[in-house]
């Protein structure tokens, strides 16, 4: 399952990986704004960390996915915590990940 996340915080891009990695997702992270998030392509979830996303990229993210059927989970924290239970709700169920210590 590839996964999307636009915003955040850049120094948790790596533990966004490495949990969506858990779950056996692939990630693309975008904590700012750039030319990559505007070209999206077409992942199966993308999760908006609004709290830490600007306006300019809310919108611009509201444009390229008007029209096409992406799920969007929106969050308003950019937490590990936040992630894992978007991660917990719209990935299926398979092998459990492992406790984190």
């Not at 399952?1 to 779950?23: A, Q």
């Not at 997702?25 to 704004?33: D, E, N, Q, R, T």
């Not at 991660?87 to 984190?100: A, F, M, N, Q």
């Amino acid at each position: 399952m590839s996964i999307v996340i636009l915003g955040g915080n850049e120094c948790m891009t790596r533990r966004y990986c490495d949990l969506c990695r858990k779950y056996n997702c692939k990630a693309k992270v975008y904590p700012k704004f750039s030319r990559g998030a505007q070209d999206l392509g077409s992942p199966d979830l993308l999760v908006l960390f609004t709290g830490t996303m600007s306006h300019k990229m809310l919108e611009s993210v509201g444009r390229s996915t008007r029209g096409r059927d992406i799920p969007i989970a929106w969050c308003h924290s950019s937490s590990i915590s936040a992630l894992r239970q978007v991660l917990e709700t719209h990935v299926d169920p398979g092998p459990r990940p492992c406790p984190e210590p």
